[in-house]
């Protein structure tokens, strides 16, 4: 394990590793490992051979750890160095009691815990017991205590936040249409607003000539033909006379 851990270094400080892949190195227990890897994140020991995890490093950044399909049958009080650790993975191990699972009670950030193919799945109420034993749980063997897989509660976590963008642009149209319709209202409004003028005040006010004197008076043109006929009449009267006096003279 301790040539791995330096082929995996690759040179670098082991305070700026982040994820370390161990996987199949053969060792019973943890050697070369320290908390020299104070930002670790990523742990994966799947395959090794362990049988015991005595002497696991305080690994303060620790959230991960694979620990599948190895030999190991307890001490887990080893992990409880461990305070982020969300999740777990001891499926494929030696562990037969609830009893054994008991100092993962103290992993406060422990929210997923693989157990498949270990002698304890099998107990009755298996899974009743180690949700109430572990309280932070939320997933165990890959689902939850109403038997959601993870991946379904992911895709119902994607499909809430789609909703939510939807209502969020709906709520963005409305008030799009909501600002159109004040937007009309007001043009509407300011069309009430202009002095309505009759069309006979139109007329009335029509001056072709351009005089500013001129003021058109309701039945003008009516008067003019009438006086336009009386002169006619008039002057047909006086060419009327006019003859009459000289046929007289002649």
């Not at 058109?216 to 009267?237: K, L, M, S």
């Amino acid at each position: 394990m301790e040539k791995r851990i330096e082929l995996e270094k690759r040179g670098r400080n082991p305070a700026k590793i982040t994820e370390l892949i161990l996987d199949n190195c053969k060792s019973t227990s943890i050697v070369g490992l320290s908390a020299e890897f104070e930002n670790l994140e990523v742990l994966s020991l799947i395959n090794v051979g362990l049988t015991s995890l005595k002497g696991f490093p305080a690994l303060a950044n620790l959230r991960k750890l694979e620990l599948s399909d190895n030999r190991i049958q307890g001490g887990l009080s080893a992990l409880t160095c461990l305070p982020k650790l969300a999740y777990l993975n001891l499926s494929g191990n030696r562990i037969k009691d609830i009893e054994t699972l008991e100092p993962l009670k103290d992993l406060k950030s422990l929210v997923t815990l693989d157990l498949f193919s270990c002698e304890v799945s099998v107990l009755e109420n298996y899974r009743e017991k180690v949700f109430a034993l572990i309280p932070s749980l939320v997933y165990l063997d890959g689902f939850d205590k109403e038997d959601n897989s993870e991946d379904e509660d992911e895709e119902e976590g994607v499909l809430e936040y789609d909703n939510e963008q939807d209502e969020d642009i709906g709520e963005e149209e409305e008030d799009i249409d909501d600002i159109n319709e004040e937007e009309v209202e007001e043009e509407e409004e300011e069309d009430d607003d202009e002095e309505d003028v009759p069309l006979d005040a139109l007329y009335k006010d029509y001056n072709p000539s351009g005089d500013d004197d001129y003021e058109a008076v309701e039945g003008e043109e009516e008067d003019d033909d009438i006086v336009e006929e009386e002169e006619e009449e008039e002057g047909a009267n006086n060419r009327g006379q006019k003859r009459k006096l000289e046929d007289g003279e002649d």
